[in-house]
Every structure is written in C-alpha cells, then in structure tokens.
C-alpha cells in the first residue's frame, strides 16, 4: 500500500520569504500522479500544483514549485514571495492507479507579517 | 457556479441516529469519492464510485453505505451513529482521463453528541 509522509507538522515563515513543505512517499507503482492541496481555515481543499511521475521537469505554477526526485520518492513544495494569504494545512496527496488519493498528515504553515 | 456541493455543511445529532450526507456535482465528472477528516487532519478515502458503481471500498464500518443514484450524485448514508463518526466528510469528483485533478466539495462537520 502507499504511504506519504509530511515530516513537519508546522512552519513558519516571514511575508515576502520562501518556504519548502517536505513529503515522501512509497510505492511500487512506476506511473503516478503527485499533488498538493491547501486548507485553509474555511476548510475547502484547493489544489495548488500537480505532477505527473513520468515528466521529469518540475512543475511551477506562479509562487509555487515542486521539487521532484522520482529516486528518493520525494515532492517539496516551494513557496516563494510568501503571502499572508497563504497561510493554511497543506497536504501532500499520491494517486494511486486505482484513482483513490492517499494523503499526508498535512503541515500548518504559518505567514509571520 | 458550485462545480462540487455537499448538504449540509453542518450536522449535529445523537449517537444512534441514522443521517444522510448528500452530494452533488455539475462538471460532468463520471467518479465521485467521500474522504473523512479526523480531528487530527488526516484526510482518508472510504469510497469511490465511477459511473454509479462502487470502485473503491476502503475498510469502513457497514453503518457506512454510499448510494450514487446517478453520476452526479453520490450520497453517504450513516447508520447507528458513533461518537467517532465525529469527522469533517468531503466528496470530490473526478473525470477519467490523464490527470484526474479530484474537485472537492466543502465538506460536512459530522458532531454526533
């Protein structure tokens, strides 16, 4: 079964700074898919960047970024220029082949003004 | 437009009810899910459905049934209701094709007292 692992259960960084969120995962499949979603307190899961396990080029989407090593079967996010809108669980999420999403334990990341 | 809505968004109730949580969704999607969310955050998939028949069946209590009536619609109905049954229930959807991006609804606050 598959598994991914946030091993920060909260962060902090300063407005305008840059954080990385980390996430493992393990698995035996070789096609996949990779997400991250925030929650924020209204509780809605928005996604906000995907990755496709058999593109090596890391996805971008604005402020946010992946880091994608396939090998060591890691996914961190990045969030430059943090805003305080930002502010919210984030979630690393593995689809499996069979379409379900498994989920990490989510990290609170916090925007100090 | 509400792409993935679910009703209600709350629900208190005593345990040993019987309650239904509905959902809805209007993007044509052809598979729907229910997660629950502990008080700890953890994000779990119970069910899957993909064109009204049920693909994913994680260990869940049979006090637990879902009905997808049509494909827009997947309702959770839950029998005997349990003081652990306290949870936040999403639905989401999902199209088949190259990236099942997974849509969720608001979620559910279940307090069952």
């Known amino acids: 079964a598959q598994t991914v692992t946030q091993s920060q259960p909260e962060m902090s960084v300063q407005e305008a700074e840059t954080v990385t969120l980390s996430c493992t995962y393990d698995t035996s499949e070789s096609d996949y898919y990779l997400f991250w979603y925030k929650q924020p307190p209204s509780r809605q899961m928005i996604l906000v960047i995907r990755?496709?396990?058999?593109?090596?080029q890391n996805a971008t989407e604005n402020r946010f970024s992946v880091n994608f090593q396939k090998a060591a079967k890691s996914f961190s996010l990045k969030i430059s220029d943090s805003q305080l809108g930002d502010a919210a669980m984030y979630f690393c999420a593995y689809r499996s082949a069979r379409g379900k999403l498994v989920f990490g334990q989510g990290t609170r990341l916090t925007i100090n003004p | 437009d509400t792409a993935v809505s679910q009703t209600p968004k709350y629900l208190v109730t005593q345990m040993g009810n019987d309650k239904s949580i509905k959902c809805e969704q209007n993007?044509?999607?052809?598979?729907m899910y229910w997660y629950k969310q502990d008080s700890k955050k953890f994000l779990k998939i119970m069910f899957s459905?993909?064109?009204?028949?049920?693909?994913i069946n994680e260990t869940v209590p049979n006090r637990f049934s879902p009905k997808s009536p049509d494909k827009a619609h997947l309702n959770l109905h839950i029998n005997s209701l349990e003081l652990g049954d306290s949870a936040v229930y999403f639905c989401?959807?999902?199209?088949?094709?190259?990236?099942?991006?997974?849509?969720f609804g608001p979620g559910t606050r279940l307090t069952v007292l």
């Open positions: 459905y993909n064109n009204k028949e049920l693909i």
């Open positions: 989401a959807s999902s199209q088949a094709g190259e990236i099942e991006e997974q849509f």
């Open positions: 990755q496709e396990a058999y593109k090596q």
């Open positions: 993007l044509g999607h052809d598979t």
